[in-house]
């Protein structure tokens, strides 16, 4: 379960933002996620409130923005929706493919006060 130290890692930029910003706590923090970044987002839900107790995070609201994942294939040039990372394309069936979103993870916004 990697997920306990990605929301581990969110705290320590949350509290160094912070920091910088001379604030003492978050009061919302919106991640983007995507669908093919390996992360599970029950299981990064379940961890948050042991993640996040006794730091600037504690009593903020979290909203995960999940991020859909798109790819585009290398033999044909087509650009299609993916769901994970082995889905081939859709028009000639090659697995060949570049991906284009879907393997974000990253904090979109975090409001201090």
């Known amino acids: 379960m990697h997920e306990l130290s990605i929301a581990m890692d969110i705290v320590r930029i949350t509290e160094d933002e912070t920091s910088?910003?001379?604030?003492?706590?978050?009061?919302?923090?919106?991640?983007?996620?995507?669908v093919l970044s390996g992360i599970e987002l029950d299981a990064l839900k379940f961890v948050w409130p042991s993640a996040v107790k006794d730091s600037v995070l504690e009593k903020a609201e979290l909203e995960i923005?999940?991020?859909?994942?798109?790819?585009?294939?290398?033999?044909?040039?087509?650009?299609?929706?993916?769901?994970?990372?082995?889905?081939?394309?859709?028009?000639?069936?090659s697995n060949f493919k570049d991906i284009i979103q879907g393997k974000e993870l990253r904090v979109k916004t975090l409001e201090v006060i």
Not at 70 to 75: L, Q
Request: glycine share 6%.
């Open 20 to 34: 910088k910003a001379n604030a003492t706590e978050a009061i919302k923090i919106e991640l983007e996620v995507g």
């Open 65 to 93: 923005i999940e991020i859909l994942g798109k790819g585009k294939c290398k033999d044909c040039n087509t650009e299609f929706d993916m769901e994970n990372i082995f889905d081939v394309c859709p028009k000639c069936s």
